[in-house]
């Protein structure tokens, strides 16, 4: 059976600090690790990773893979009060199927 | 862009009811989705379907069912609503192959009375 595990399930910090939030995965014909982030709706889809070691940034995210040790992380930097949200990982395998982990509650204060 | 459009936010039902979910997409993508979320679960795939009138179980499909007689449209079924299946649903689309991320829907919050 799938597996995918996020730790921690919930983080505190200030604005300004960086963190990162962690994602291990066992899954059978692994296709690929998405990262989401959700806010009070619909999840709403930051990254893609199929390669081992390729960094993907978007303006304070980024995120990277590793394959062999079958694990992402997902790196936010100056962390601002609105990446308050609950960050989720995903991995894609047979018949596109993805299987979620229970998500990162991530509060940035003030 | 693409939407994917449930049909209803809220949705509050009686035990034993026949409920209907409706999701649309607008975008011809072949699979689509039905998550539920719970509090300390995650997202749980209910059950899934990459072509019409085609569908597959998810992780717990137990007490649902799903229809797709067109492409843009999945419903989820629950034939006897119980206080269980109080939950959030989420519908989600993505092009065929898992080379594309999930799109979602905004979900629907049902309460079961």
């Known amino acids: 059976e799938d597996k995918v595990v996020q730790s921690p399930l919930s983080l505190v910090v200030h604005e300004g600090d960086t963190v990162t939030l962690n994602c291990s995965y066992e899954v059978t014909n692994f296709r690929s690790l998405l990262w989401y982030k959700q806010e009070k709706k619909a999840p709403t889809f930051l990254f893609m990773l199929?390669?081992?070691?390729i960094e993907k940034k978007s303006g304070r995210l980024s995120s990277i893979l590793d394959k062999k040790e079958l694990f992402s992380i997902l790196n936010i930097t100056a962390t601002q009060t609105g990446d308050s949200a609950v960050y989720l990982c995903a991995d894609t395998g047979a018949n596109s199927k993805l299987t979620f982990g229970k998500g990162i509650t991530l509060s940035v204060r003030p | 862009d693409v939407k994917v459009t449930q049909s209803s936010r809220y949705l509050v039902k009686r035990t034993g009811e026949k409920v209907f979910l409706e999701c649309v997409q607008d975008m011809d993508h072949e699979n689509m989705f039905w998550y539920r979320q719970d509090p300390g679960l995650g997202l749980r795939l209910i059950y899934f379907s990459y072509d019409v009138k085609m569908k597959e179980k998810g992780d717990i499909p137990e007490g649902y069912s799903v229809s797709r007689e067109k492409k843009e449209r999945f419903s989820l079924i629950l034939e006897s609503a119980s206080t269980n299946q109080t939950s959030m649903y989420l519908c989600?689309?993505?092009?065929?192959?898992?080379?594309?991320?999930?799109?979602f829907g905004n979900g629907t919050r049902l309460t079961v009375t």
């Open positions: 199929t390669s081992s070691g």
């Open positions: 989600a689309s993505s092009l065929l192959g898992g080379s594309s991320p999930l799109h």
